[in-house]
């Protein structure tokens, strides 16, 4: 599609990364009209908003929604897309940023207001949990999907340092949990730090917890770490922040085009970095392969 072609309705959250996209938008605000892109906008601050004005606008007729904030605000907007034809822009303004890490957007404004100019369109994969709520990076349970809500409650911080912060105290009160991973090849009881299922390499504000994972391969990644005892936990921490945990014999690492998870107790997750609360019946989630067009860099 032609630059010309394109009409631009921008989803952006003013609370996402503390603050950080309020104070952005301006200068992204004022490299859109110096280039001269025009487009419609629409402010969010209320959890889930962005879901349903990603519909208006795809119903609209615009061709292109851009998300601006996390990647919570980049779940929900791909949420609101669904199967249709418009392709999402995203403009980083989040404490993490994974998704975008991914793809290769950049994280200062004007590279990223280059991307929607000048990028190209990829199809990138989905994941999708129980048939209803997708995904763009993943969805953790256990000590990861602490770390995300400790994050959320943060005043201080923010960005990578926020993660390290928080994932370093989880890891001395953090409790494992049991529960039983299943794929079409593969299954396992056990006692659990952390389940992340995973479209994309990234969580966490950079964690590489899934590093062989491709976000257009068309299969989900289970990387699951079982307990250690609390004096080791700080040093595997480390291993997994840079990608250098799957040779321990505590972790699982699966890749599958589908991943159930089932147990009895009363367990904490997230979905691209935000509180999410599991389905009460076995959690399954399943790729929805070239499910979603993004602009990239050419």
């Known amino acids: 599609m032609d630059t010309e072609q394109r009409s631009y309705f921008l989803v952006v959250n003013l609370i996402a990364g503390l603050g950080l996209c309020k104070r952005l938008f301006p200068a992204v605000r004022k490299e859109l009209d110096r280039r001269g892109i025009s487009y419609d906008l629409h402010y969010t601050n209320e959890p889930q908003e ?10 609209a007729g615009f061709t292109h929604i851009v998300a601006m904030g ?36 950049p994280i200062d404004p004007s590279g990223a207001v280059d991307v929607l100019e000048r990028g190209v369109v990829r199809k990138v994969d989905l994941g999708v949990v129980n ?13 990861d999907a602490q770390v995300a809500r400790d994050v959320l409650q943060s005043k201080r911080l923010s960005g990578p340092p926020a993660y390290v912060r928080a994932a370093i105290r989880q890891v001395f009160r953090f409790k494992a949990f049991s529960a039983l991973l299943e794929t079409d090849a593969w299954s396992e009881q056990s006692r659990w730090l952390s389940v992340g299922v995973s479209n994309g390499k ?95 860099p050419g």
Do not use: W
């Open 50 to 59: 962005a879901i349903d004005v990603a519909r208006m606008g795809v119903d």
């Open 70 to 105: 996390g990647d919570g605000t980049i779940n929900e907007v791909a949420n609101g897309l669904g199967d249709g034809a418009a392709t999402l822009g995203v403009i980083p303004a989040g404490k993490g940023n994974d998704f975008a890490r991914m793809v290769g957007i």
């Open 131 to 143: 048939g209803e709520r997708r995904f763009v990076n993943g969805v953790g349970i256990g000590i």
């Open 202 to 296: 990234y969580c966490g504000g950079g964690f590489k917890l899934a590093p062989k994972a491709e976000v257009n391969d068309g299969r989900l990644d289970l990387a699951a770490i079982g307990d250690f005892a609390r004096a080791e936990r700080l040093m595997r921490l480390l291993q997994a922040r840079k990608g250098r945990h799957l040779g321990l014999r505590q972790v699982r690492y699966v890749q599958s085009r589908k991943v159930s998870i089932s147990s009895d107790e009363k367990l904490v997750a997230h979905m691209d970095g935000e509180p999410y609360r599991l389905p009460k019946e076995r959690l399954e989630v399943q790729v929805l392969p070239d499910a979603l067009s993004v602009l990239v």
